[in-house]
C-alpha cells in the first residue's frame, strides 16, 4: 500500500478552537454511549498484562514484587499497542459517521508501528523534560495524533510523528489549550466521585479524533448537528 504523502501543508477544514472540539465530543458520545461501553473494555484489555502481574506482586512480595511489577509493566507494552490501534480505527470509523462492529478492536494491524512510535515518543519527550519543560509540552502537542497517522494513513514510527508535526504545525498553542481543558475533564471525571471519570474519557477520546478530522480538512459527522 502507499503511504498517504506528509502534509504539507495539511488540508484545512472549517475554523475550530480547542472548546468547539470539546463540543465535538460531547455530541459524540451523547449521539452514541455506546462509545463509553468500547473504551471501558478497551481500558480493561489493555492493561491486564499489567494488573496481573501486579497482583502476583502482592501475593509474592519481597524484591519479586518490584521485578514482577516492571516486567508486567514491559510486557504490557505489546498489548496496549495492539489494542490502542483497534481502538483508534473503531473512534475514527465511529466519529466519520460509520457503525463500526466490536470486531474493529480486536482486528489488529500496524501493531510494530505503534510499538515503535511509542519508544520514540517516550524517548524524546523525556529528553524534553529533562532539558527544559517546554519542549517537552510542544512534542506532546506536535505529536498528538501520531497514532491516526499510523491507524489512517499508514505511517511508519517515525514518520507518523513527522505526519503529525506536519499537521499540527499553527495550532500547537491551540492544541495545547486543548489539552488542558481535556485534563481537566478527567479531573471533573475523578471528583464526581469517580464514575464520572468513564464518561469523561470517552469525551477527550472523542475530542482528539475530532482535532485529527479537523487537521486533516474532515468535518466530524457523528453527532454534528444539521446543517440548514
Avoid at 504523502?5 to 468547539?20: E, N
Avoid at 514491559?74 to 473512534?91: D, E, K, M, Q
Avoid at 510494530?112 to 529533562?130: E, P, Q, R, S, T
Avoid at 471528583?191 to 475530542?207: H, Q, R
Amino acid at each position: 500500500m502507499t503511504d498517504t504523502p506528509l502534509a504539507s501543508p495539511p488540508a484545512r477544514g472549517r475554523p475550530w478552537t480547542a472548546a468547539s472540539l470539546i463540543g465535538d465530543g460531547w455530541r459524540a458520545i451523547k449521539a452514541d454511549p455506546s462509545l463509553i461501553l468500547v473504551m471501558l473494555l478497551v481500558m480493561v484489555v489493555a492493561n491486564l498484562i499489567d494488573i496481573a502481574f501486579s497482583i502476583a506482586g502482592e501475593i509474592v512480595g519481597g524484591d519479586a514484587q518490584t521485578f514482577l511489577e516492571i516486567a508486567g509493566a514491559v510486557l504490557n507494552l505489546p498489548l496496549n499497542a495492539w489494542i490502542t490501534v483497534g481502538w483508534l480505527r473503531y473512534i475514527l470509523a465511529a466519529m466519520r459517521g460509520e457503525r463500526p462492529g466490536i470486531g474493529v478492536v480486536f482486528a489488529g494491524g500496524p501493531v510494530l508501528a505503534m510499538l515503535g512510535m511509542y519508544v520514540v515518543y517516550a524517548v524524546c519527550v523525556l529528553l524534553g523534560l529533562v532539558l527544559l519543560i517546554v519542549p517537552a509540552f510542544i512534542l506532546v502537542c506536535g505529536w498528538w495524533v501520531a497514532g491516526f497517522s499510523i491507524v489512517d494513513r499508514h505511517k511508519g514510527p517515525i514518520q507518523c510523528l513527522a505526519d503529525s508535526w506536519a499537521l499540527t504545525r499553527g495550532y500547537k498553542w491551540e492544541i495545547m489549550l486543548l489539552l488542558i481543558l481535556e485534563f481537566l475533564i478527567v479531573v471533573a471525571g475523578l471528583l464526581a466521585c469517580g464514575v464520572g471519570i468513564f464518561v469523561a474519557l470517552p469525551i477527550v477520546a472523542a475530542s482528539s479524533t475530532a482535532l485529527y478530522q479537523r487537521l486533516i480538512g474532515e468535518e466530524p459527522t457523528l453527532g454534528a448537528p444539521a446543517v440548514r
